[in-house]
Structure formats: structure tokens, C-alpha cells
């Protein structure tokens, strides 16, 4: 009963908003600018289930396509970011060599934005898909860098000191207490850095690529299909929200230590 | 051959003005003595303690631990934090094992000896629990089965039962004086509170603080095995007179 409250507390706002913009949709005439809901909701079934290559619209039936190019797009340059990411993050964190050689190179690259990087990455790649992963890459990889190096950083020093006692050399160390012990920040980074990558994915697939959900996004703009704009729009952000709680199920399943403390 | 040998050790932290947490400390414990070193807050306790576990390095003189110099922790110097430090990630067993296993040694040779330190402190039955789901003594009990599962020969013990409640922590006591019979390793225990001192060691070192120095060493005459109704004998609340006047002043 009392999740029931809950969740009918948590819809009212949005049915609201949704039932007020059909109503002024209704009494206006702003269609072209700002198709109402239900018109959203028709443009989107036609662009998952319709025929594909009709050729009045040309949309029919390429949502899933364009939700896999993008997806994949995410895939790739986040696990790249990742890969690369978490390691080099724990090594900055633990030693201050590594900190020294590569903590100014990456801080003094991170603050340009990774919109800024766009005719970069189209100059050094073309039109193409790796430029575009590139973009994702970029996008994730910071977030992911610096919260594995806070991580490293914040070790509990009693940790480190029973498992020297134990006998850890440096490398069982890194692999057997810093790492695990910098593991919820690993995940907090990994979801700043997913999110990020959704960002990048849109932004270059509007510039430097001609499929997935960014592509359609703008080309849609261009030709005035207002409801398959915000049915794309509604797209990304369901498959930022399904990808953040994938992680999120990973982490509980890692961190479960974690989360019984907490309760 | 004595357990620790320490001479004329000195320990500075460097800075305007530097902070003498240690000076001219002179120090012997036998092979198999329990020693409480006792003082306030900020008197070099646990700073001699880290230096004998070799967290940090003394500024000068001589310590040796079984007749040895070192200048990094190992398993023959086995600790017990505070507050316990285990990993949270592992279960009781898994922090059990984790000095063995790190090593490389099968597991035939160390599961026997560390299924019995596990009944010794009494925690048979929580081999999959983890820290977070023990109470504050469970995890003190699970920080020393680690240590004897390594077989360690001295034990340094920097408070470790400070944080628990009155009752628990009296139980912890009479558990550690249970293990020390059983197995008669040499143990430093690190605490403020005298009565812990009296009950548990040997003999007591008095220490005081700005710089830290060993200011008197206090034979415990109790006789052994102790228990609990020895803390309310007159030769107990004697001791702890003596005591209590030697650091008010």
C-alpha cells in the first residue's frame, strides 16, 4: 500500500505536464513547433514498427537500427575509457611517479570541454565511426581517471598496514587491497563517465557521423519532425537510464559489503 | 635471547618546532611476556608500537625484535588496530587466510591452523560473515585469530578494545589472557585505562607525554591464570592506587 503511495506520488508532476501540454495542444496551433504526446507517441510507433524505406517517411522503421549504432558507439568508447581508465587512475593514485609523469598531462587536458574537440576528431578521423568513439572515449575517460585516483588515494593507511604485516608485497597490494577498497569510487566514476558518453555519442553523432540516434535527432530538426525529435529525445534518455542502472545492478552485485553496511 | 631489545630510541617528527614523540626509550620484554605500556593521549604509545612494528622508522637508536633489525613490517610482528582494520570486502575466513594465502602457501597447511584460532576466539560458526555484519568484538576477535593464523610470535596491540563497551570489553580481556595461556606469544599492549594494564600484563610501563618517555616500570605481582574476581581484590585496587598517584603528578 505504501509503495503504491509512493509511486503515485512520484507520477503525479509528470501526468500532469503530460495532460496539460495535449490539452494546449489541442487549443493551439503550435503543432509544428510542439507536437502534443499523442502525436509523439503515433510518430514514434511509426518509427519502430513502420515499413522500412517508405519513401514519405523516411524514418519508418529505423529506430532500433539507430538505438543499436548509437548504443554500440557508447559500447565501444566507454570500455575503451574504462580499460584504460581505471588502471591508470589506481596507478596515479598509488604512486607518485606515475602521479607526477602523468597527473599534469591529464589535468591540464581535461577542462576543454569534449564539444571543443569535435573538429579535431573529424579532421583526424573523417566522417566515420572513430571519431565518434573517439568523442565517447574522450567523454568517459576523465570522470573514470580521476575518481579511480581519489579512490587509490582515500585507502584506509590501517588497511594498507595490516596486509604489509600480512606480508603484501607492493603489487599483491595494488591488487588486493587498493583496488577493491577504491572500487566504490571506480563505480561512482564509471557512472559519471557513462553519462558523459551519452552526452559525447549525440553531440558527434549530429557532426561527425550519418547514423544512430544523434544523426536523427538534427535531421529530424531539419525537416520538421518535431515528434520524432522529442520521441528521439525520450529515446536517449530511456537508454542513458536502462545503461546507468545496468552498472548500478553490476556494482550491487561487486559491492555487496558495501551496501549491508549501509543498512 | 630476549623478544624486543630496545636502546636509547629516539623518534622526531621533523617541522617549527620539531615534535619529539620519543626520547631515549630503553625497553626489554622477554620471550613470552605480556607488557602494557600506559598513558595518556599523546604520550608516544602507539608511536612505539608502530615503531616496533616498523610502520615508521626511528630517528635513532637501536630496536631489535628477536634480536633482529627491521626496517619493514612482516608476519613475525603481527598487529592489531584499533579498529581492527579488516578488509570489508572478505569474509571472516578470507581475512583469516589472507597472510597465508598472499604467501603462496597451500591451503592443507594453513586451514587446520586457522579453523582452530577461529574456535579459540569463538568464531566458528562465522566463516562467511562479513565485517560489517560482526559486532565491534566479533571483529577485534577476528583481527587476532588473523594475526595467530600467522603464526605470529609477538603481538602489538594498540588499544584494541578502546572502542567497545564495558562488558564486551571485559570478555575481549579474559579472552586474550586465554590465548596468551594457550599459546604464550609476547604481546605490547598499547592502552589508557589501568585497570585493562593491571588485569592483563606482566608488567606495565608507565609512560609520559611531551617528550614520550617511559617514566616507570610497574611489576604486576597477580598470580596467573587470572580471572575476572582478581580486579576486585585488594591487592588489585592497591596497585591501581599506586598507579593513579604515579600519573597525577
Known amino acids: ?20 501540454w ?60 574504462a580499460i584504460l581508465g ?19 598531462f591529464i589535468q591540464s587536458l581535461r577542462p576543454i570541454p569534449i564539444t571543443a574537440w569535435l573538429p579535431f576528431s573529424i579532421a583526424l578521423f573523417g566522417i566515420s565511426d572513430m571519431g565518434s568513439i573517439f568523442l565517447i ?20 593507511r590501517n588497511l594498507i598496514r595490516a596486509a604489509l604485516m600480512m606480508g603484501s608485497n607492493r603489487k599483491q597490494l595494488l591488487r588486493r587491497v587498493v583496488f577493491p577498497a577504491a572500487l566504490p569510487n571506480i563505480f561512482t566514476g564509471l557512472r559519471i563517465g557513462l553519462g558523459i558518453s551519452w552526452t559525447a555519442v549525440i553531440v558527434s553523432e549530429m557532426v561527425a557521423v550519418k547514423s544512430g540516434l544523434g544523426y536523427v535527432l538534427w ?33 550491487r552485485f561487486t559491492l ?8 | 635471547m630476549p623478544a624486543i631489545q630496545i636502546q636509547n630510541l629516539h623518534k622526531t617528527y621533523p617541522g617549527e618546532p620539531p615534535v619529539h614523540a620519543l626520547e631515549g626509550i630503553e625497553l626489554n620484554v622477554n620471550d613470552g611476556e605480556f607488557i602494557a605500556l600506559l598513558g595518556p593521549s599523546g604520550c608516544g604509545k602507539s608511536t612505539l608500537l608502530n615503531l616496533i612494528a616498523s610502520f615508521e622508522n626511528p630517528s635513532s637508536g637501536e630496536l631489535l625484535v628477536h634480536g633482529t633489525s627491521h626496517n619493514a613490517p612482516g608476519p613475525d610482528r603481527g598487529v592489531v588496530f584499533q579498529e581492527a582494520a579488516l578488509f570489508p570486502w572478505l569474509n571472516v575466513w578470507e581475512n583469516v587466510v ?63 578494545f578502546g572502542a567497545l563497551d564495558a562488558q564486551t570489553r571485559l570478555s575481549m580481556q579474559e579472552l586474550l589472557l586465554s590465548v596468551w595461556q594457550q599459546l604464550k606469544p609476547t604481546i605490547i599492549f598499547v592502552t589508557h585505562d589501568i585497570d585493562e594494564a593491571i588485569f592483563l600484563a606482566d608488567n606495565i610501563y608507565v609512560m609520559s607525554a611531551r617528550p614520550g618517555r617511559i617514566a616507570q616500570k610497574i611489576v604486576v605481582p597477580l598470580p596467573r591464570p587470572r580471572t575476572i574476581t582478581d580486579t576486585t581484590t585488594e591487592a588489585f585496587n592497591q596497585l591501581k592506587r599506586e598507579i593513579l598517584v604515579q600519573i597525577r603528578h
Not at chain 1, 515499413?51 to 554500440?72: C, F, K
Open chain 2, 98 to 160: 589472507f597472510g597465508p594465502k598472499i604467501k603462496g602457501t597451500a591451503a592443507s597447511e594453513y586451514e587446520d591452523k586457522a579453523n582452530e584460532m577461529l574456535k579459540i576466539v569463538g568464531l566458528s560458526d562465522f566463516k562467511k560473515h562479513l565485517p560489517v555484519q560482526l559486532s565491534g568484538g566479533m571483529r577485534q576477535r577476528v583481527g587476532i585469530a588473523r594475526i595467530l593464523t600467522l603464526g605470529s610470535r609477538v603481538l602489538l596491540m594498540d588499544e584494541p
Open chain 1, 86 to 104: 581505471v588502471p591508470l587512475g589506481l596507478l596515479i593514485g598509488w604512486s607518485r611517479l606515475i602521479a607526477q609523469v602523468f597527473d599534469p
Open chain 1, 219 to 251: 535531421d529530424a530538426y531539419y525537416v520538421g519532425r518535431m515528434d520524432i525529435v522529442l520521441a528521439d529525445m525520450v529515446s536517449i534518455g530511456l537508454m542513458g537510464f536502462v545503461t546507468d542502472r545496468l552498472i548500478v545492478t553490476i556494482e
Open chain 1, 22 to 81: 495535449q490539452l494546449a495542444g489541442n487549443m493551439s496551433n503550435m503543432a509544428g513547433v510542439l507536437p502534443t504526446p499523442i502525436a509523439v507517441i503515433q510518430g514514434w510507433e511509426g518509427w519502430v514498427f513502420g515499413e522500412v524505406g517508405m519513401g514519405l517517411n523516411a524514418y519508418s522503421g529505423t529506430w532500433l537500427a539507430n538505438v543499436q549504432y548509437s548504443t554500440m558507439r557508447v559500447f565501444q568508447g566507454f570500455t575503451l575509457a
Open chain 1, 1 to 20: 500500500m505504501k509503495r503504491l503511495k509512493v509511486f503515485l506520488n512520484g507520477i503525479a508532476v509528470p501526468i500532469a505536464v503530460l495532460i496539460l
Open chain 1, 256 to 263: 555487496k559489503w558495501r551496501f549491508l553496511q549501509n543498512h
Open chain 1, 137 to 156: 572515449f574522450l567523454g568517459g575517460f576523465y570522470a573514470i581517471v580521476v575518481n579511480a585516483t581519489q579512490g587509490a588515494r582515500d585507502v584506509d
